[in-house]
């Protein structure tokens, strides 16, 4: 049993927490494996009413998947290693949005990638004044997966898509006005809130919606308008347009975020675009993950991820040379080889 997440039972509750500090909680193989082993235990164990996902010390909730770990199998297996990863991983995450019993995820901290993957899967989401919301995918060349076609697709306003574009980081106030999180606790609470889940299992939502204050007010809604408006389309390039006829006029918001995609990945924000028009129309979240897939096992050995990662997290030079480098470079083509089924014995399947 891996000791990066802590697993156990307190009383009619099983409880799971995450226990890498100095990595913010982020996912490794072995962690996926543990977490799936315990709900397949909890699904069938009659006497586990709920189960509480949170972590342990630090300021991270879960900052993703072992990033560091998918480099590493890009450069020198040809893939194979990480493709296992984000298999089982999606295992996971699918697991948790189909498990009958309700689950509590504690976003107390940094959420991102592989933590908004097993977050947002759970009934019920909670935020607080340190949650730091996200999906910085485009910055590293991968994309926004764990499920975040399915999850960013269905927000309104095309917020969702904002956020697969820039990988803008939301705060705990923002994620209950976007719906990310569905209740709003401030942290010195959660505590209590977890002992009284742990005597009242099935009063969860009694338990987060009783009084806890007024969240701050979400600053995103100043500019819903304006992401509505300038976020619409689903080809790339008309949006960035429409920042760049804004900018011409003189809004200071606009030039803030067409800087901001400037920086990103021309192929993934494509290809996240792409996704989430997909992902709106299907109607089962094991075909989501089955798409995210062969994105995922044909993303991870393209030349944007090794370089993203070595731009921004192992070097630390933020000067990633994008292939293709333009989005106007980035063809169909290159999309529908990344979106195409896999062979039949490759695909995702869930467990």
Known sequence: MTEDVKIWVDGPVGRLSLNRPKALHALTLEMCHAMSAALSEWA???AINAVILDHSEGRGFCAGGDIAFLRNSALNDGGVSGRKFFHDEYQLNHQMFTFEKPIVAFMDGITMGGGVGIAMPCQFRVATENTRYAMPETGIGLFPDVGGGWYLSRLGGRIGQFLALTGARMDGSECL????????VPSEMLEDIKARIVEKPDRIRGILSEPVGTPPKPRIEENA?????HFASDRYEDILASLEAAVADGDAWAEKERDTLGTK????CKVALRQLSESAQLTDFADNMRMEYRIASRVLTRPDFAEGVRAVITDKTNDPKWDPATPEEVSEELL????APLPADEEWKPL
């Open 44 to 46: 069938a164990d009659d």
């Open 336 to 339: 529908d080889s990344i979106f």
């Open 177 to 184: 006005w976007a719906g990310l999180a569905t209740h709003y």
């Open 265 to 268: 990945s021309p192929q993934t």
């Open 225 to 229: 308008v304006k992401i509505a408006r």
